[in-house]
Each structure stands twice: as structure tokens, then as C-alpha cells.
């Protein structure tokens, strides 16, 4: 059985508790893209964890958790998380893959330099390395975990790339120039470091499928922003579709369940058309009630944009997600409303339409809102969907009808126990 759990939005849905949730009944979880530019919040028995580099299947003593070769692997950020696992008292099994490709320290320094550098115009960016490392990644000027282990080619690599990086260092952005001899160095303790971990992950995934071990795939962000089908350019650099990940995980084979995430309202953080969203003292309360800490991001702490459900944009996730089914996060975070706005329309030019638009009709679409009845009680004690109130029955129904795929799951609140099956 192989599994997917991708976002239906623009990320922040709530991935890491459902992956959590499912790898109590999996064999392997794999990361498949992305890098630390964004977070997964795990609330169990052991505590409050924010993972960024690891799955989030490591808290659990029989899974085996994958760094998939379409990962930005940032190798100190890995080591750190590892480090405060352990420190917590959780040893996870991880492997790496040797095909994955290596965050360098210059990746982040461009990052930060463009942003600088675009001001106003920026894409909102985690400064991570994240679009720079992939950038160099299809440029073929960046390194993969098997290219440490051969000095000589390393050295010859780095002569090469860094006339390259000293060039836009120096004349475009104003920068003193990277040394060799330093990033010689990095790579090496990059290379004693990591590899302890490191296998071929694609025959041992292969293997593992033959064997018939459940598999699951989590992905990063959200299908809003996919370089391909989000809302480019202010997308992620690595595709965050649930397909992708046979590519970015090397296990080229049916993905038998994908689950899309969405929360029961909006959250967003970065730049990019967000048609949904709310302001002021109406979205300051939806944000400090959002979720166990509020709503803001896992990686950079910057308040979340937020808004409400949006079922056109939702439905559209689910769609190019290949969604088979839903699960629907943060429902009981609605309770204090007597009234729940949903988008579900769009106008575009004084024309309505249930259409997903591209980045430059989005950045003039008007939000279409239907308003619903709230059940204005705590719900964060049931366990059992049919217990729920009446009027949040109807709200999520509503919900699955306009999205047009089968809400399975609902969340009502952060805690790993506090899921209900449909």
C-alpha cells in the first residue's frame, strides 16, 4: 500500500498531524521534496515538536523515515533536528538517499541577497536557500550526497561552479567573493557528517514495495504553491503534487490513497494573490485562535495570512492533487463564530465563475461568499462524528459538496487523538 499526504492550499494545512497519524500504521515514511522552508507541528504523547527536514513518521520506534532524493537536503538543519529529538528522548531510524542533492551555505546567501535586492517586489521568501539550491540543481551545478565521497571530482566541481557564483556575487550583487578552499572544507564536513545515513534509497524503497510494507509520502507546502499548476512565481521551486513524489521519492509505482489536507478556513503565509483573505480585527481573531499556538509559520514565526474557506480554490487543489480523499483540519477553531464565510465563487472582470484562474487573473479576482450558521459550543471533546453539532455537520457537507471530493477525516484540534473518521 503507498499513501500520499499533500496540501490541497498554499501549505500550513496541517500535514504533519495526519502523517503522524498515519504512520502509527505504516512501514516507511518518505520526504520527497522541499527543504526546512516550512514546517510540520506535531502535538503526542511526548510533547510539541516542529520538524522541518524530517518526517513526520519519526516518532513512532518501527517506522523507517526517508530523506527522498527530492529533497533540499540542508544538512546542519537535519543534524539539529536530530539533536533535539534526541534530547527529548526520541531516537528515529532515518535514512538518506545518495541521490538527494546538498543546501549549500552560499544557497542561503543568495536567497537572502535577492531578496534584498527585489524589495518590494520579493516573493516572500523563507530564505532558506530553497530557490537557489534548485536552481543549481537544474542547472547541473549543484551536489549530490554521492558526490562527496570523491575528492578529486569535488575539487574539480567547485573550481567550476564557483566562477559562476563569484561572478553574480561580485557584479550583481556587490559581494566579496566565496573562497574555494572554504567551501572545499564545508563539503567535506558535510560528507562525515551525513554519512552514516546514507543508502541507496531507490533500491531499498523498490525492495520494500515488493515486500508489500506500507508506504507513505509526505509532502511540503501546498498544491497552490506548485511551480507548475500554483500561483507562480510566487510558488515553492519543487513540485508539490502527490505524483511527483514517485519521482522525488524513486519508487515509480500507483499511489493507491492521496490525501489532501485543507483546513476548515484559510491560512497562507508568503506573498501571491489570496483572494479569501480577511484583515484587520476580523482576521487578527480567526489567527490568534487558529490552531494550538495561533497562526504562525512553523519555520518563520511571521503572522499567517488568513481568510476564509475557499472552495474554489480548494476544489482546484484537490483536483490537481489527484486527491481520493480529504482531510478536513481545524474545524473546532470556527466555533466561536455565530456566522462561517465561504468563497464560493470567484468574479473575474464582472464574470462569476467556480474557475481556478492563473496568477494574473487571480490578482484581480473579487471572492463570490455564501454565509452559513454557526454551532457556537466547544467541540474539541468529541470523538465521534455523528456527536458533532448539527450545524457543523451541515457546514462540512456543504463543504465536501463544493470541493467535490469526500471529506474523510476531520480534525477538531491539535492533538494526535483528536481525529474522526467518516
Known amino acids: 500500500m503507498i499513501k500520499a499526504i499533500v496540501g490541497a492550499n498554499w501549505g500550513d494545512e496541517g500535514k504533519g498531524k495526519l502523517t503522524d497519524v498515519f504512520a502509527n500504521e505504516s512501514d516507511i515514511i518518505v520526504r520527497f521534496q522541499g527543504g526546512n522552508n516550512a514546517g510540520h507541528t506535531i502535538i503526542n504523547d511526548q510533547g510539541k515538536f516542529a520538524l522541518k527536514m524530517l518526517p513526520s513518521g519519526v516518532f513512532y520506534e518501527h517506522t523507517t523515515n526517508v530523506i527522498g532524493n527530492g529533497v533540499a537536503l540542508n544538512i546542519p538543519a537535519l543534524m539539529k533536528e536530530l539533536k533535539e529529538l534526541e534530547d527529548r528522548g526520541v531516537k528515529p531510524k532515518i535514512v538518506v538517499s545518495d541521490r538527494a542533492q546538498i543546501v549549500m551555505s552560499y544557497h542561503k546567501l543568495f536567497d537572502e541577497l535577492e531578496e534584498t535586492r527585489l524589495a518590494d517586489a520579493k516573493f516572500g521568501s523563507t530564505k532558506s536557500g530553497i530557490a537557489p539550491f534548485y536552481s543549481d540543481k537544474f542547472a547541473k551545478i549543484g551536489f549530490q550526497v554521492a558526490e562527496l565521497f570523491n575528492e578529486k ?246 463543504l465536501e459538496r463544493l470541493i467535490d471530493t469526500r471529506i474523510a477525516i476531520v480534525s477538531n484540534g491539535p492533538n494526535r487523538k483528536q481525529i474522526m473518521y467518516r
Open 153 to 398: 571530482w569535488l575539487e574539480s566541481k567547485v573550481e567550476r561552479i564557483l566562477d559562476i557564483k563569484n561572478t553574480l556575487l561580485v557584479n550583481l550583487y556587490g559581494h566579496e567573493p566565496l573562497d574555494k578552499n572554504s567551501i572545499l572544507n564545508e563539503l567535506i564536513e558535510y560528507r562525515n557528517t551525513i554519512e552514516p545515513f546514507v543508502i541507496d534509497t531507490f533500491t531499498y524503497l523498490n525492495d520494500m514495495h515488493s515486500q508489500g510494507k506500507n508506504i507513505l509520502f509526505e509532502g511540503q507546502l501546498g498544491a497552490l504553491r506548485d511551480p507548475d499548476f500554483g500561483i507562480y512565481p510566487y510558488s515553492t521551486s519543487s513540485s508539490t503534487l502527490a505524483h511527483y513524489a514517485t519521482v522525488g521519492a524513486g519508487l515509480p509505482h500507483k499511489i493507491d490513497e492521496v490525501w489532501a489536507v485543507t483546513k476548515a478556513y484559510s491560512s497562507c503565509v508568503g506573498e501571491g494573490a489570496f483572494v479569501s483573505e480577511i484583515f484587520d480585527e476580523e482576521a487578527e481573531e480567526l489567527r490568534r485562535r487558529g490552531g494550538d499556538a495561533g497562526e504562525y509559520g512553523v519555520n518563520t514565526g511571521r503572522p499567517r495570512r488568513v481568510g476564509y474557506f475557499d472552495a474554489v480554490a480548494t476544489k482546484y487543489g484537490c483536483k490537481v492533487q489527484g486527491a481520493t480523499h480529504v482531510a478536513l483540519t481545524n474545524i473546532d477553531v470556527l466555533s466561536y463564530l455565530d456566522e462561517i464565510k465561504v468563497v464560493v465563487a470567484y468574479e473575474y472582470n464582472g464574470e462569476v465563475s467556480t474557475r481556478f484562474g492563473n496568477i494574473t487573473e487571480l490578482e484581480s479576482a473579487k471572492p463570490i461568499i455564501k454565509s452559513f450558521k454557526g454551532w457556537n459550543v466547544d467541540i474539541t471533546q468529541i470523538s465521534t462524528y455523528e456527536d458533532l453539532p448539527e450545524k457543523c455537520i451541515a457546514y462540512i457537507e456543504e
